[in-house]
């Protein structure tokens, strides 16, 4: 009797243990097999999308909104690629850009309206349109995309899927930034704006040259005046400070300037140069790329 016992109260024991490993596990037993990589996920969508809007109709991919703008771009490029292979037609990215900037209040990882995505769209003259987020939670991140038909607002496809938060994913979002160009802007203005006119801002530029040069040149009159004069020791002060407002506004006008891209897009083409001639005498070299 007591050995019967015995083993019933093992056995209870153990379907306890089994019991509350299933109840620990559980979860990741039900939704651990959903949980794919970004990859595999934004091919997945890719192949949904592909058969809801067929290949008739150009797609444009809106926007992607997530916590880096390095992530968003790699989503975006993915999606295109992976639309592009499924037999998609996909508005080229590079000639949408500049709709996208000149667009107020535009932002990489900022949230968009439906309605401006279709009105996008549509001045594109894409039949669908896709948006999208990636939200994290704390085990995973979720991936939304939305296509839109650019004609009737209806979505026509509305594709989750929960994605691992791996070191894949982290590596993305951590990519090494390049030396922030707004910087070498910055650095490149002490020297008389030329910064601001090497990135097409042509009139911070004319006022950081101005400031200098109404600095220097109040400078020289107070150096050429006598004791005796009424202005001595007024305009040597006035102009340090003129030049030190310059300097302080060119290191500010980069992060404070809103480029506009069509002026850009002619200011790109220009190209100046320092080169030596025949003689081992440097010479500045001015060039302007025409394309047709």
């Known amino acids: 009797m007591r050995r019967w016992r015995k083993k019933n109260f093992l056995e209870a024991i153990v379907k306890i243990i089994i019991f509350g490993l299933l109840f620990l596990f559980l979860p990741f037993i039900l939704f651990g097999q959903n949980v794919i990589g970004i990859d595999e996920a934004i091919s997945n ?24 703008s390095n992530l968003s771009s790699h989503i975006i490029e993915r999606l295109t690629s992976d639309l592009i292979n499924f037999g998609v037609r996909v508005v080229d990215r590079q000639n949408t850009e500049i709709i996208l900037q000149e667009r107020e209040g535009y932002q990489a990882t900022g949230r968009v309206s439906d309605d401006s995505a279709v009105l996008w769209a549509n001045e594109l003259g894409a039949g669908f349109v896709i948006i999208g987020t990636l939200e994290e939670t704390k085990q995973f991140y979720i991936l939304r995309l939305r296509t839109i038909n650019a004609e009737t607002a209806e979505v026509v496809a509305n594709v989750i899927h929960n994605v691992k938060n791996d070191n894949y994913i982290k590596n993305i979002i951590n990519i090494q930034k390049e030396f922030d160009p707004r910087l070498k802007t910055a ?70 300037y809103t480029r506009n891209p069509r002026i850009a897009d002619v200011s790109d083409n220009f190209n100046i140069a320092i080169i030596p001639t025949k003689n081992n005498i440097m010479a500045i070299s001015l060039s302007y790329k025409l394309q047709f």
């Open 187 to 256: 650095l490149l203005n002490t020297v008389f704006g030329l910064g601001s006119y090497l990135d097409g801002d042509w009139a911070g530029g004319l006022l950081v040259t101005g400031g200098y040069v109404a600095a220097i040149g109040l400078i020289i009159w107070e150096l050429n005046l006598n004791y005796e004069d009424a202005l001595a020791g007024y305009l040597g002060p006035i102009g340090v400070g003129i030049g030190g407002l310059s300097l302080l506004y060119g290191i500010i006008r980069p992060y404070i």
């Open 45 to 68: 969508s890719a192949e949904t999308v592909s058969r809801r809007v067929g290949t008739d109709k150009g797609v444009a991919v809106y926007q992607v909104t997530t916590i880096s």
